[in-house]
């Protein structure tokens, strides 16, 4: 799944031309659905690895356009995991305090502890991407963060932190018929933003901007996977086989157990 | 002041060989410390103007040897600060939960705000200091650090703040006759710890990896330099030069003043 989904020199971003309709797990939803619980008692067990290991810890950053389904991919994830040892943290609009000080800093905050799995719903790459099509920030100084944000990333991956990168790329037909069910179901109708309409009439500088992010920021050391999100179960499928790819190369191991355990006779 | 003290390609740190008693401001205890009283007011002007501009921050970074002098000059500078602007963070030795962290987590947390003067008693350069000295990381672990460090201050730097190295730089005599008045005062007593006599034996080794810290780090927009300590009143003469250079490069400006001001009648 990685190397079928990485960015890479060889492979680039070109997110108006990669595939969001891809069938993970299946060929239809039931199949994709049953696919995707087999994987989760898999992924439980790596992520009690790590946090019983208590040295290393994954990131898993999560980006897209709206209603690519970041919210239902954190949720359907969070079945195979335990809470304890996993942290999510969402980054919106930043507030006041966090607008007085550099854009990296409420992200390196958030950051997951030694054992831990983070996920950030949304990230640093909201100030490369609303930032720049927004023109929030001026080109000469959002340009210079790829390069901050690739030395950041080296430095949690060099300090025990593995990164997974995943652009949930939603097609705009899909976020079409997603915003519509949002304003026909009185319980979604709060999801919806009239702002949402602002960034969906900017499709193609977002494509343009994130294509430019994916590529200037996929390392070998954190890389970007771009995930096909139309169809909700294969993008469930694809998230845990990442995860469980990235936990299975890692290999985290329980401490050793403490000597004379078997001497021990509870009274 | 930052000409001659700066430490660059061209004039290596070189500790073992950089003088730790010049004198700035006078000739005797008398003169210096006359003259650091007529430097105070200007800083405190410019500072005023970083805090009403609102819009950068400067970061004084402080290090040095045990009884180099690093809380007597903070408590001295902060005689030309003011408390509300300024934002002192001291680093020991890491908690639980910043150990659970990358070494930058808690640094940038402590990063000042825009408007501020930050100063940091200690920092990221323990990391790379007594880390290295005590053998606490492996070496293909902290040597990745220089890198990672000069990065971290590079995007501080591009997102607005100015940063101010400066290793105070004691002898190891004027250090022997600092622990032994710390000894002989009753009331200095709780500033001694047995764990410095400890590093005073490895003095030759922190010079060594100070020496190659500096020099790994010492950067355009990041700049250390050495300022002789072993005359406090010359010491506070520099700090305060140093600070009074860097801001009058950085020239803030009070905000404009809203229009129509000379018009309002106070009732």
Same mark, same amino acid.
């Given at each position: 799944m990685r190397d079928e989904l990485r960015?890479?020199?060889d492979r680039p971003a070109d997110l108006p031309n990669r595939p969001t309709d891809l069938k993970f797990g299946g060929d239809d939803k039931d199949a994709g659905k049953a696919f995707v619980k087999t994987l989760y008692p898999r992924l439980f067990e790596l992520q009690r690895r790590l946090w019983g290991e208590d040295a290393r810890s994954v990131l898993l950053v999560?980006?897209?356009?709206?209603?690519?389904g970041k919210d239902g991919a954190i949720r359907n994830l969070a079945r195979g995991? +335990? @809470?304890?040892?996993?942290?999510?943290a969402g980054f919106r609009a930043p507030s006041g305090e966090e607008r007085d000080h550099d854009y990296l800093w409420r992200i390196h905050d958030e950051c997951p502890r030694r054992g831990e799995l983070g996920i950030f719903n949304r990230s640093h790459y909201e100030d490369v991407g609303?930032?720049?099509v927004l023109n929030l920030v001026p080109e000469d100084r959002w340009r210079k963060r790829y390069r901050h944000i690739r030395e950041f990333e080296r430095m949690l991956s060099d300090e025990g932190t593995t990164i997974v990168k995943v652009w949930l790329h939603v097609s705009k037909e899909e976020q079409k018929a997603r915003f519509q069910s949002r304003l026909d179901d009185p319980t979604k109708r709060w999801k919806f +933003? @009239?702002?949402d309409l602002e960034s969906r009439a900017r499709w193609d500088d977002y494509m343009a901007a994130y294509t430019e992010a994916l590529d200037e920021t996929s390392t070998d050391y954190a890389p970007w996977y771009v995930v096909p999100t139309d169809r909700k179960w294969a993008r469930d499928v694809a998230l845990a086989t990442l995860l469980i790819e990235t936990l299975e190369e890692m290999d985290p191991q329980y401490p050793p157990e403490v000597e004379g355990l078997d001497d021990i006779v509870i009274e």
């Open positions: 960015v890479s020199p999560l980006q897209g356009m709206d209603a690519a995991l +335990n @809470p304890q040892g996993t942290h999510v609303i930032v720049r +933003n @009239p702002d």
